[in-house]
């Protein structure tokens, strides 16, 4: 079992950045973050397999993920927040590779509590 605790999350105005941690229990291949808003679906943000990193479209260019691998930790760091970003973000785990690895919820075994996010305009 992989536990995870996130933390950094908080409120900001529009166009201000926050960054999110979240510490494993012990080292896995995958890590990555996803979004939810009340009564919507957990959406992906983006996820880091063994240093390939993939985001969605809504977040490319303004989220970073990266990795400390002797701290078993990944970071989102997010620029040019905007208000559409706030949301409950959580962070995730899986043993799949990157070839089998997506934002499907349901191949992501290990999620941590949330942290969250408030974007105000």
């Known amino acids: 079992q992989v536990q995870l605790v996130e933390s950094g999350g908080g409120s900001v105005q529009a166009g201000g950045s926050l960054r999110l941690s979240c510490a494993a229990s012990?080292?896995?291949?995958?890590m990555g973050w996803f979004r939810q808003v009340p009564r919507k679906a957990r959406e992906g943000v983006g996820y880091?397999?063994?240093?390939?990193?993939y985001y969605a479209d809504s977040v490319k260019g303004r989220f970073t993920i990266s990795r400390d691998y002797a701290k078993n930790t990944v970071y989102l760091q997010m620029n040019s927040l905007k208000p559409e970003d706030t949301g409950m973000y959580y962070c995730?785990?899986?043993?799949?590779?990157?070839?089998?690895?997506?934002?499907?919820?349901?191949?992501?075994?290990?999620w941590g509590q949330g942290t969250q996010v408030t974007v105000s305009s």
């Open positions: 012990q080292n896995i291949n995958c």
């Open positions: 995730a785990a899986s043993r799949l590779n990157w070839l089998l690895i997506s934002f499907r919820t349901d191949i992501w075994p290990y």
């Open positions: 880091d397999c063994g240093g390939r990193t």
